[in-house]
T-cell receptor, first 119, second 110 residues
Framework: DTGVSQDPRHKITKRGQNVTFRCDPI?????LYWYRQTLGQGPEFLTY????????KSRLLSDRFSAERPKGSFSTLEIQRTEQGDSAMYLC?????????????????FGPGTRLTVL | RKEVEQDPGPFNVPEGATVAFNCTYS??????FFWYRQDCRKEPKLLMS???SGNEDGRFTAQLNRASQYISLLIRDSKLSDSATYLC???????????FGKGTRLSVIA
């Protein structure tokens, strides 16, 4: 399967624990995005990378959250001192990345997500 | 106000029906527009991009009205397999994060 993969698919943890998720994008995709989705809502943007550079972080990304993409390939998202409000589906997406700006379209492909439950 | 607003749904329609979803967006700088489909407990998948001239893909027709900041999706001859949540999505231009609506749930009933 050459799509976006995420690991683990499910994670149950106790409040206060740290968790780390991994995302492997489609090979040669330059851009990698993290989104969070709660029940009954659409996905909400967290952060994204162009190769290894983290270009933007949402206000949703509190200081308990950190993301890395050290070699410009896979990425990790860590949540420290988890809270019950962190329970959600964490989605990763990748895209080829385009040199063009306005008017260009760069399709994002989503992985299956990691479902986090904080007890 | 949310940046992307959709009909709340759910829509329950019989097989063969035509159903239309509406969406409005607030950021006039938005450049790219999409409909994604999401099955229960699965990831979103691109259904179709939306262009100003309107575009059609089989039973699906998408329309964009930039002046009104309005996007629509029409599904003709609904199938049971069309049952899913349909997400209206925009972004400023190709290389930026997507902004999703809450989604509209569709159930097609035999």
């Amino acid at each position: 399967d050459t799509g976006v993969s995420q690991d683990p698919r499910h994670k149950i943890t106790k409040r206060g624990q740290n968790v780390t998720f991994r995302c492997d994008p489609i090979s040669e995709h330059n851009r990698l995005y993290w989104y969070r989705q709660t029940l009954g809502q659409g996905p909400e943007f967290l952060t994204y990378f162009q190769n290894e550079a983290q270009l933007e972080k949402s206000r949703l990304l509190s200081d308990r959250f950190s993301a890395e993409r050290p070699k410009g390939s896979f990425s990790t998202l860590e949540i420290q001192r988890t809270e019950q409000g962190d329970s959600a589906m964490y989605l990763c997406a990748s895209s080829p990345g385009l040199a063009g700006g306005a008017g260009s379209t760069d399709t994002q492909y989503f992985g299956p997500g990691t479902r986090l439950t904080v007890l | 106000r949310k940046e992307v607003e959709q009909d709340p749904g759910p829509f329950n329609v019989p097989e063969g029906a035509t159903v239309a979803f509406n969406c409005t967006y607030s950021n006039s700088a938005s450049q790219s527009f999409f409909w994604y489909r999401q099955d229960c407990r699965k990831e979103p998948k691109l259904l179709m991009s939306v262009y100003s001239s309107g575009n059609e893909d089989g039973r699906f027709t998408a329309q964009l009205n930039r002046a009104s900041q309005y996007i629509s999706l029409l599904i003709r001859d609904s199938k049971l397999s069309d049952s899913a949540t349909y997400l209206c999505v925009v972004n400023r231009w190709g290389n930026t994060p997507l902004v999703f609506g809450k989604g509209t749930r569709l159930s097609v009933i035999a």
